[in-house]
């Protein structure tokens, strides 16, 4: 199938993939009055005496904000709120279908710092959480930073964060698969933007041993002179051993790479060069940094893409609606550092002992179990690290 052709006409003829629908009847006055005016005073009037109530008497409870400004889509780049709404929408389809969770698409016409984070502040008491995304680097950084300081809701930026979660999780199953332990390994990340400088913390939490970090710059050093503020923080984190050069001397010995930035970047000879049986997730898309048959001739034991025609697909589809499911039923005010992890090895835990092999190291996307154990983690999670507002949570279905 022609994809781009065929979504194109889908597109035309679903004229957007989301619709509005009443979950009462509206069929006689009575269903009139007791929806809408007179009856519905007495709920408003319990809001206005206790604004948590808003969780209980409305869909707020089980409603999520996709947030974007259309300037880092997919692979498109800087295209516009307006063209991004595609694929805002088609976000808000994956939170529903795989997490049961409600989501609104708002694309905001600005690039401001400052007009994007107060659209967000003032439309917060709509929702239960926000998922910001497609926002380029680094203003993802401040946006998230400064909402998760002004709003008492969960802000999650999937590209940052719910990437992190899948990788961690596929690269917790591989360490399994090549008999590796995670806390004696060196990880190569290429790519320092918000997905490759998520995925560097996150491993940090799991407890890799040597992170190296590489740009368009080269490697990340502690000491060096950074344009993007956010590096400076990521350069005290990584690379231990303060080693210099470019993507050849950083995956020199190697356990395993990650790539989250351009296409055709690795060779085989920089595979070769990595430590016994190493793992490769080259995630940019659609064209990976290394193609997988490339990477396995070259002796890679454990291989992974961000596409679904080859082995080991590390998308986000597979983390973010059980997370907001999970935050959301413990009415969570945040989606912290334990929750993440949680999430992680509740995906980890997902493939079966005896299933677990080379090729198969993170759960099929459309098992839709994987979303209930994820949402199970993370609202544990959420209660033992003090942010969830309820205890006895329950899920929306």
């Known amino acids: 199938m022609d994809y781009a052709k065929e979504s194109l006409k889908k597109h035309y003829e679903w004229k957007g993939k989301l619709e509005v629908l009443p979950k009462v009847p509206v069929a006689d006055k009575d269903d009139l009055s007791l929806a809408y005016t007179p009856g519905v005073a007495e709920p408003c009037l319990e809001i206005q005496k206790d604004v948590n109530k808003s969780f209980e008497l409305t869909g707020r409870w089980n409603t999520v904000a996709v947030v974007s400004d259309g300037t ?5 780049g800087d295209i516009g709120p307006e063209a991004s709404m595609p694929v805002m929408e088609g976000k808000c389809v994956l939170f529903k279908a795989f997490g049961g969770v409600d989501a609104i698409p708002l694309c905001v016409r600005s690039k401001k710092v400052e007009d994007i984070v107060e659209t967000v502040r003032l439309l917060a008491g709509s ?68 997905a490759g400088c998520a995925v560097a913390k996150q491993l940090i939490a799991l407890g890799v041993a040597d992170i190296i970090m590489v740009d368009i710059m080269g490697i990340i050093c502690d000491g060096d002179k950074f344009i993007n503020n956010s590096h400076y923080e990521i350069a005290e984190l990584t690379n ?15 356990d395993a790479f990650i790539g989250v930035s351009k296409p055709d970047l690795v060779n ?6 990595m430590a016994d049986k190493p793992i490769v997730f080259a995630m940019a898309n659609p064209v990976p940094e290394i193609m997988p048959e490339a990477a396995k001739k070259a002796g890679a034991f454990v291989v992974g893409t961000g ?3 080859f082995p080991n697909q590390i998308n ?82």
């Open 72 to 76: 880092a889509v997919l692979g498109l």
């Open 127 to 194: 929702f239960g959480g926000v998922n910001l995304e497609d926002i380029s680097a680094p203003r993802c950084f401040e946006i998230e930073r400064r909402l998760k300081e002004c709003c008492d809701i969960p802000i999650f930026h999937d590209d940052q964060h719910g990437t992190a979660i899948v990788a961690s999780a596929a690269m917790i199953n591989a360490a399994k698969v090549v008999s590796k332990k995670i806390e004696e390994m060196t990880v190569v990340i290429n790519g320092a933007g918000a």
């Open 240 to 254: 231990k051993y303060r080693i210099k050069g470019t993507l050849s001397d950083a995956m020199a010995d190697a």
């Open 268 to 273: 085989e000879d920089m595979i070769k060069s």
């Open 307 to 309: 596409r679904s025609d």
């Open 316 to 397: 986000n589809v597979i983390a973010f609606p059980g997370v907001f499911k999970g935050a959301l039923a413990a009415r969570a005010s945040d989606i912290n550092e334990d929750m993440k992890l949680a999430a992680a090895y509740a995906i980890s835990d997902s493939v079966a002992a005896d299933k677990l092999c080379a090729d198969y190291i993170l759960p099929d996307p459309f098992d839709r179990s994987v979303a209930d154990r994820i949402a199970k983690a993370v609202s544990d999670a959420a209660v033992e690290s003090g942010v969830a507002r309820i205890k006895n949570y329950s899920y929306a279905e």
